[in-house]
Structure formats: C-alpha cells, structure tokens
C-alpha cells in the first residue's frame, strides 16, 4: 500500500526490452533499506524491485502494465514520481493507494497561478462517475483533491510543493498520467449502481 505522498522524483536510466518483459532501471532519490523483491510506485504503478545496485535499482514491467499506463512510454532521462511502500506506523499524509492504476487521463489545459498551478485533465466516460469535486484522486502516483467537474474533466489545483517534489510540474497539454481512483469512492459507487439496478429489476 502507498499514502500517494511521493518521497522525490527518480531518473530513468536504462529501458531494456526483453523476452515477455521490459525491465527499467531507475536512478531513486533515496534506496537505504531496500531491499529486492520490495513493492515501489513508479508515477503511480506499484513495481517490484528485483536488483538494487548503487542507487540503481531494476523493475520488471510486463506488457498490460506498459499498455495499461503511461510506463511504456518512458525513455532514458524521463523524471519519474517515486513513493516507498507504507510501513506500520508511517504517518498516512494522503490517502491509501494500491498502486494499481486504473486508467490515463490526457492533461486538456496546464496553467501557472503564481508559485502554483491549475491542470485540467479528461478521462474516460465510464470513469468521470467516480471523480467528485473535493474527492481524492492519484495522479501519477500523488494524493490530490479534485477541484471543479465539468462533464468529461476534473481541474487540480498544484501547490509550489508538490510541483518542487514531483513531475507534474513537467506537464503539458497532451500528455497522460496514470490515474488511480479513491477505493472508496469506487465501493460506495459502484455498490450504489447495484442497488438501484436491482431496484429497477424488481
């Protein structure tokens, strides 16, 4: 599980295609007690460390992960948001994430607001019902309230903060992130859905 309160932005070393897999090697911010085999969000997709070597450290991404998120598009010298698995007892800054994305979205608008910034983004129809306004929402892995709602698109309000420590300061109009919806947002809309359809069935 991760708090969606990313640690620091990694760099993309090496993309190396291989049989079935495509492995990335990640320059982290920080790798002290990582150890292989531990669970890692990349923008947001939760990766499995499989070699730890001087602050590289390798992950294994199978082709639905590349064709499901924004990872397969990834080159050397990308900065990539990075966020620890949460501990027992670590301080939940976010909301809880499975590090399972769900769907893109395609940045629509990017503007700067003094030291911080408005991103409009557009998703799928058939995820717009599960996006509110002051809802949470991961966004390349980052915790982010949902500010307005206007039909297939959501706005983000982006302190100085979060665009000092992760990517999203990096965004332009057309580009995608990786998108994780609240889980329990899903469960209340999605158990709603099958209440009022077994209403209408009865």
Do not use: W
């Given at each position: 599980?991760?708090?969606?309160?990313?640690?620091?932005?990694?760099?993309?070393?090496?993309?190396?295609?291989?049989?079935?897999?495509?492995?990335?090697?990640?320059?982290?911010?920080?790798?002290?007690?990582?150890?292989?085999?531990?669970?890692?969000?990349?923008?947001?997709?939760?990766?499995?460390?499989?070699?730890?070597?001087?602050?590289?450290?390798?992950?294994?991404?199978?082709?639905?992960?590349?064709?499901?998120?924004?990872?397969?598009?990834?080159?050397?010298?990308?900065?990539?948001?990075?966020?620890?698995?949460?501990?027992?007892?670590?301080?939940?800054?976010?909301?809880?994430?499975?590090?399972?994305?769900?769907?893109?979205?395609?940045?629509?608008?990017?503007?700067?607001?003094?030291?911080?910034?408005?991103?409009?983004?557009?998703?799928?129809?058939?995820?717009?019902?599960?996006?509110?306004?002051?809802?949470?929402?991961?966004?390349?892995?980052?915790?982010?309230?949902?500010?307005?709602?206007?039909?297939?698109?959501?706005?983000?309000?982006?302190?100085?903060?979060?665009?000092?420590?992760?990517?999203?300061?990096?965004?332009?109009?057309?580009?995608?992130?990786?998108?994780?919806?609240?889980?329990?947002?899903?469960?209340?809309?999605?158990?709603?859905?099958r209440m009022m359809m077994n209403e209408v069935n009865q």
């Amino acid at each position: 599980m991760f708090t969606g309160i990313v640690q620091g932005c990694g760099l993309v070393a090496e993309v190396l295609p291989g049989d079935g897999v495509t492995t990335l090697i990640i320059e982290l911010p920080d790798t002290s007690g990582l150890m292989r085999g531990a669970s890692v969000a990349i923008n947001g997709a939760c990766l499995t460390a499989t070699d730890i070597l001087e602050g590289r450290v390798a992950f294994d991404v199978i082709p639905e992960t590349l064709q499901r998120t924004t990872l397969g598009g990834l080159r050397v010298g990308h900065n990539v948001n990075v966020e620890r698995s949460l501990k027992m007892g670590d301080e939940l800054g976010g909301h809880l994430l499975s590090g399972h994305v769900m769907c893109t979205a395609e940045v629509t608008s990017f503007d700067r607001e003094g030291d911080g910034a408005v991103c409009q983004l557009s998703l799928p129809d058939e995820m717009m019902k599960f996006v509110m306004e002051k809802g949470y929402i991961g966004v390349h892995g980052c915790s982010l309230t949902i500010g307005r709602v206007e039909g297939p698109s959501f706005s983000l309000h982006l302190i100085p903060e979060t665009l000092a420590l992760t990517n999203l300061g990096d965004l332009v109009p057309g580009s995608a992130v990786n998108i994780e919806i609240d889980t329990m947002t899903q469960t209340i809309v999605n158990t709603v859905e099958r209440m009022m359809m077994n209403e209408v069935n009865q």
